[in-house]
C-alpha cells in the first residue's frame, strides 16, 4: 500500500511544493511564457516578500530571459513560470515573448527582422 | 514611486528588448552543445524541466508507477544582435522523445539547425523528421569532425533524405566564425521562404 517514507527527497520536488504552495504549473498570465521570453521588473521588491519572487525582481532590472532565471536561480522552467505568474498577475514584472516565427496570419518573420538578425550576426 | 531607488542601469534601449530563438537539434554527441559554446556571448548555461509522463510511454527502466518525473536539460546560449535584439540559442536535449513534451519548446523559433555526424548519419535521422512534422524551418549542418571522411554534401542530403530547397552545410562546431555562418544560412533560408511565400500565385 504505501510505500516506506524517505527520509529526504534528492529530487527537490519538496522543496518545489513549498515555493508553490504546491501549484503543479501557471495558469493564466504565464501559460505563454517560452524560455526565451524577457523578464524585466517593473517594481521594487516589497518587504517580506519570497525570497525567489524578490530574486526574479532583483535579476531582473534589465530584461533576462526565463531560461537565465532558471538557470541563475536552479528552479526547473515549471516552477518557475508559476512564481513568475504571481509577479505578472501582481504587476511587479512585465513579460516578453520571442518575436514569433509566424504572425496571427501564418506569415513568415518580417523581412526587416530578419535583415536586423544577419547584420548583427555579421558584425560577430 | 515604487521604482525609486530601482535604477535601470541598461537605459532607455534596454527597456525595449526584444528576443528571439533558434533552436539547434540532432543526435547524442552531434555537437549541439559545442556549436552553442562557439557562438555565445555568455558561457553557456542550462536551463532545466521536470516532465510529468504517464509511464507507459517511457522505458520501463524509468517507469515507477502511473507517473514518471523526467528532468530535461537544454543548453543555451546568446548573441547580442543589437542594442534591443537578443537572439537565443537552445540545444535540445538528446532524447527526441522529450522534445514535443515541452510544450512550445520549438514554438517561437525562428527556425532550427539540425546537426549531423557524418559518420552516425542515423543519429539525426529523428531530428530531420520530427522538424519537418512539425513544420519548423531548417537547415541542415554536417558538423565535419577531425577523423570523418570528406563526404559530398549532395551524397549525404540523398542518404538523409533531405528536400531540394532545405540548405546542406558542412562546417566546424568548434569555430566561431563557422558556427556563425550556419547560422547566418539559417536566416538567410527563412528570408528566401518569406519571399516565396509573398509570391503573387
Known amino acids: 500500500m504505501s510505500a516506506p517514507r524517505k527520509p529526504s527527497d534528492p529530487s527537490g520536488l519538496e522543496r518545489y511544493y513549498v515555493l508553490t504552495g504546491g ?24 518587504p517580506g516578500m519570497q525570497h525567489e519572487h524578490e530574486e526574479i525582481l532583483r535579476r531582473c532590472r534589465d530584461p533576462l530571459s526565463v531560461a537565465e532565471l532558471g538557470a541563475h536561480l536552479g528552479l526547473p522552467f515549471n516552477i518557475l513560470a508559476v512564481l513568475l505568474s504571481d509577479l505578472l498577475d501582481a504587476g511587479r514584472v512585465e513579460a516578453r515573448n520571442p518575436i514569433p516565427a509566424h504572425d496571427a496570419a501564418g506569415r513568415g518573420p518580417d523581412l526587416a527582422l530578419l535583415e536586423e538578425v544577419l547584420s548583427g550576426l555579421e558584425r560577430l | 514611486m515604487d521604482l525609486k531607488g530601482f535604477d535601470q542601469p541598461g537605459g532607455r534601449a534596454a527597456g525595449d528588448t526584444r528576443s528571439v530563438k533558434v533552436m539547434i537539434a540532432g543526435g547524442f554527441g552531434t555537437g549541439k552543445t559545442t556549436m552553442v559554446r562557439s557562438v555565445s556571448d555568455i558561457k553557456p548555461l542550462t536551463t532545466e524541466e521536470t516532465l510529468t509522463q504517464a509511464s507507459a510511454d517511457v522505458d520501463r527502466l524509468i517507469g515507477v508507477g502511473d507517473k514518471t518525473q523526467t528532468t530535461v536539460s537544454l543548453d543555451f546560449g546568446k548573441i547580442g544582435i543589437n542594442e534591443s535584439l537578443v537572439l537565443y540559442l537552445f540545444g535540445t536535449p538528446g532524447q527526441e522523445r522529450f522534445w514535443f513534451l515541452w510544450n512550445g519548446l520549438f514554438k517561437g523559433a525562428l527556425g532550427a539547425i539540425v546537426l549531423v555526424d557524418t559518420r552516425r548519419l542515423e543519429s539525426s535521422f529523428r531530428a530531420i523528421e520530427e522538424m519537418e512534422r512539425q513544420e519548423v524551418p531548417f537547415v541542415v549542418a554536417l558538423n565535419v569532425f577531425p577523423d570523418s ?31 556563425r555562418d550556419v547560422l547566418v544560412a539559417l536566416i538567410h533560408h527563412l528570408k528566401e521562404r518569406s519571399a516565396v511565400a509573398l509570391e503573387p500565385r
Not at chain 2, 163 to 172: C, W
Open chain 1, 23 to 46: 501549484r503543479s504549473g501557471p495558469g493564466g498570465s504565464a501559460s505563454s511564457l517560452d524560455v526565451a521570453t524577457l523578464v524585466l521588473a517593473r517594481a521594487a521588491p516589497l
Open chain 2, 149 to 179: 571522411s570528406n563526404y559530398p554534401v549532395e551524397e549525404i542530403r540523398d542518404a538523409l533524405d533531405i528536400p531540394e530547397h532545405t540548405p546542406v552545410i558542412a562546417f566546424d562546431a568548434r569555430d566561431r566564425a563557422s558556427s
